[in-house]
């Protein structure tokens, strides 16, 4: 199973390199499309729409997505700063009070929230800085793996996630720091040099990221738990489903495409 998983891993972070790299706008956007499509299908299947539900939900929110990042309407802000405001202020009381199977159609809105918006800002960001902003959760995923392996013993959210530890989460924390310190002093192409006090508002952000890759991945937890499944979809081998791979960073993406923007108008 590890290196099948590993493998897997490999494949897919091969794959997204080379098409952030070599694709132009379209192609990203397109690419975006089928991701929001594949992740909505298996988001309605933990909402129990069944299969041809589920194909029409992921179609509806493919096709806002396109209508959005297409369309000559100025609503890509909002939709960003409305993801922002789900994953910091919503989903954090709504995993407090608990994901229930009750709450299907705020579960499906939710969907669109958490899916259409993390599109955008994939499509928005010039691929260089989004390859960092996915390394940035794709190293605070390991570090608090590792962390919370070899260190772990305070749950983090046991009806949620019984395996995640807060020894985890600050083994992410510090990974992501070091992350964005060799990012920020190595990438020619930063927004804004950090330097001085800049640097305490620079890590600030990039320990938010962090804090709303760890809630990601609790959301789709509790969505998989309210559904009885332990992946979201049966896709990637060794890993589950569209949605075991994108959590992390469909609460992250939005935020970050946000402080990019405020950094770079400063």
Known sequence: ?????????????????AALLWFDRVQISALAAALVALGAREWGRLCALGAVRSVLYAVLCAAVYALVDFGSLPLIAPALWLAAAFWILVA?????????????????A????????????????????????????WVADSAAFFAGSALGRHKLAPAISPRKTWEGVAGGAAGSTIYAIIWATVDPQFPVRVQGEIWIPF???ALLLCALSVMGDLFESALKRQAGAKDSGRL??????????????????PAALLMLRAAASS
């Open 1 to 17: 199973m590890l290196r099948t998983r590993l493998l897997t891993a490999a494949v897919l972070l091969a794959g997204i390199a």
């Open 92 to 108: 954090p009381i709504w995993l407090a009070k608990g994901v229930g199977a009750e709450a299907r159609v705020a579960l499906l």
């Open 110 to 137: 939710a969907g669109a929230v958490v899916l259409i918006p993390a599109a955008l800002a994939m499509a928005e960001l010039p691929p260089r800085q989004l390859l960092m902003v996915l390394g940035l959760v």
């Open 203 to 205: 890590l600030a952000g």
């Open 236 to 253: 990637l081998p060794g890993h589950g489903g569209v949605l075991d791979r994108i959590d992390s960073a469909t609460a992250t993406l």
